[in-house]
């Protein structure tokens, strides 16, 4: 009985972590970022003002009597990274930094993989005053923009996106507008974090504590 209620409770969390969560951005004069999950919505940016508290009288304090009694030094231990270092040398900290950015890797490409773009519209005006100088501007950030947009839709998950660029020759203004509606299971990003944790014990703690163990003196 006492076990198929731990299931029954266990079962009802994963429910619940795999609803996605929902962050809405919106960029235009300021930045309005807010998060809904099941019915709650909380609002992020920009952020309410809060009401000023009227300030509390300080009451005095009578001084503390000085400790004139002087602290034994504390005794340093022998720094653990540097007996790694001094027991492998450099081809071992190598090692160990290749592993630990492997394991990184694979939790980002994890949690990347986590998060889908249901709307990413992004809308750019480009001017400088001078319409050959905007010209110019608006070929750069094309060449910019598109690309990464680009490179953005093949390796991250995105329903729908749209980028659109214009030279503003006549006013020469400068503008920016994005939105963007992004949806997460956080099932999936405690998955990636479980399996990084694993990586790092096994492929990463366990060497450079075995490498950092104190060698024995004969």
């Keep these: ?6 299931l ?10 795999s609803v996605k969560l929902k962050v809405f951005v ?18 992020i940016l920009p952020k309410k003002e ?7 009288k300080e009451k005095k304090k009578k001084p503390k009597e000085k400790d004139e009694t002087i602290p034994e030094p504390k005794k340093k231990g022998e ?28 939790m980002f490409r994890g949690v990347g993989r986590a998060f889908l773009f249901e709307e990413l519209f992004i809308n750019l005006l480009v001017g400088t005053g001078d319409s ?5 501007k608006f070929g750069k950030t094309c060449a910019a923009a598109y690309p990464a947009m680009g ?27 994005l939105h963007a509606k992004i949806s997460v299971r956080p099932i999936r990003l405690i998955n990636a974090f479980i399996v990084l944790g694993v990586r790092l014990v096994f ?16």
């Design 203 to 218: 492929k990463v703690l366990i060497k450079f504590l075995r490498g950092a163990r104190a060698k024995k003196t004969a």
């Design 8 to 17: 029954g409770i266990i079962l009802f969390f994963i429910l619940l972590l």
């Design 132 to 136: 050959a100088d905007t010209a110019v």
């Design 50 to 56: 809060k009401k000023k508290k009227k300030p509390k």
């Design 79 to 106: 720094n653990i990274f540097l007996r790694f270092y001094r027991n492998n040398g450099v081809d071992g900290v190598v090692e160990l930094l290749k592993r630990t950015t492997d394991a990184l890797g694979g």
């Design 1 to 6: 009985m006492v076990w198929k209620i731990i």
């Design 26 to 43: 919106h960029s235009e004069d300021g930045i309005d970022l807010s998060v809904g999950w099941l019915f709650l919505k909380f609002q």
């Design 151 to 177: 490179f953005l839709t093949t390796h991250m998950r995105v329903k729908k996106s749209d980028l659109e660029i214009q030279p503003d020759f006549i006013n020469g203004s400068n503008k920016a507008k």
